[in-house]
């Protein structure tokens, strides 16, 4: 039993890469942002606290 499988041509490739790469970027964008915006809210006292 044979299966065919679809192989993505060099364009193709390189498409799903500058996809996968935008995607991280943004993730990453979104995951700081969230970072500062909650360190703002908190107030610099969250960094003057006893541990």
Do not use: C, H, N, W
């Not at 044979?2 to 490739?13: F, G, L, N």
């Amino acid at each position: 039993m044979d299966i065919e499988t679809v192989k993505p041509t060099d364009a193709q490739k390189k498409a799903q890469r500058s996809r996968s790469v935008a995607i991280a970027v943004a993730l990453i964008i979104f995951v700081v942002m969230v970072y500062i915006v909650s360190i703002v809210k908190l107030g610099p006292s969250i960094l003057d606290r006893a541990m």
